[in-house]
């Protein structure tokens, strides 16, 4: 099974996950549950009610308490994870399928899908893209939606993403109903957020305010997530191990922000200083599977970040380090002023 970043897979049990990443094993996806079927939930699909699943601890603890199965220890990331074996998968979907399923009824949507589907018509006419290259996620997908959804968006493909991006910027800073956060919306984004961050919100909205990739449309929260297409994966599952080594702080530069906007989002540095943890050499980069630490710095600009440092082993005997954030709450990565 091709599963990547943004599409969602559903276990026979009735169990939705999000699908994380583009590199998975050959006999499961690696993928996080996200609701779950619950009489007490608030969201409805037919006759059956679900929950939300927040926070990835509350996620763990779900599945050990309920469904150990979909926990396992992967030996390529070196880490416990969640995933959903092929032949436990029930349904497969797709962002992509299910915006052309949308286009083809565009006249018969409702509520927050004719908001999404208008939002994306909006990027794709200005950025040229074809209708094959995006595709919506999120509740909307799963038809677990409510009228407070999100509108989650995914583009593939390098040169899409980057027309998007580029389009995006010129629509928040003009008079559409594309807006970047203000304060207001960040406070409340940082009120969600609390739980499972140590960042305080003066460095929180410094670098969040910046961002195009989130905001609103028509008063909706929205969420563009951008990745590569299958011919632009070129790393095969097994072909680099990744090894935990501890936890650690660091102060950087940030030399290349290439990759800065992609889920997974990736930031070249150097003049690397140890603030906590046991330095290692060479470390190359940071990463990140999240997508809120997408945009999170720009080229020469100082950065103060904390996450696990893994060892990245290749053949040959090299092997490089990166420091990757986002699977602990104490993670995070702020831009500093150089001194």
């Not at 390098?158 to 207001?184: G, M």
Request: hydrophobic content about 35%.
């Amino acid at each position: 099974m091709k599963a990547r970043e943004g599409d969602f897979v559903e276990s026979f049990e009735g169990l939705i996950f999000d699908v994380k990443g583009l590199i998975h094993p050959p006999d499961r996806v690696i993928a996080y549950v996200r609701y779950t079927p619950d009489e007490k939930g608030k969201r409805k699909r037919g006759k059956r009610f679900y929950r939300k699943i927040y926070s990835l601890h509350e996620r763990n603890k779900y599945l050990l308490e309920n469904y150990p199965k979909y926990l396992y220890f992967d030996p390529v990331f070196n880490q416990l994870l969640e995933g959903v074996p092929t032949e436990s998968i029930y349904k497969h979907y797709k962002p992509e399928k299910k915006l052309h399923e949308m286009k083809h009824r565009s006249e018969n949507l409702t509520g927050i899908e004719k908001d999404a589907f208008e939002f994306i018509k909006l990027l794709k006419e200005k950025s040229g893209i074809s209708w094959e290259k995006i595709g919506i996620s999120g509740s909307i997908l799963v038809d677990l939606h409510d009228e407070n959804s999100d509108i989650d968006v995914v583009v593939y493909g390098t040169a899409n993403c980057v027309r998007i991006y580029e389009a995006l910027r010129w629509l928040v800073s003009s008079e559409t109903p594309i807006k970047s956060y203000d304060e207001n919306g960040l406070k409340k984004l940082y009120k969600f957020r609390a739980r499972d961050t140590e960042v305080s919100f003066e460095q929180f909205i410094k670098t969040e305010i910046r961002k195009v990739m989130q905001g609103e449309f028509k008063g909706r929260d929205y969420f563009i997530r951008f990745v590569k297409d299958w011919s632009e994966i070129t790393e095969k599952y097994g072909e680099k191990i990744y090894v935990p080594i501890g936890r650690a702080k660091i102060k950087a530069r940030i030399t290349n922000d290439e990759e800065a906007i992609f889920t997974p989002c990736r930031y070249l540095i150097d003049s690397i200083v140890f603030l906590q943890g046991n330095p290692v050499a060479p470390l190359k980069e940071i990463v990140s599977f999240r997508g809120r630490f997408c945009e999170q710095a720009r080229v020469g600009e100082k950065v103060v970040v904390q996450g696990t440092i893994e060892k990245v082993l290749q053949s040959n005997d090299f092997y490089y380090y990166r420091l990757i954030i986002g699977g602990n709450p104490k993670d995070f990565m702020v831009v500093v002023e150089d001194e």
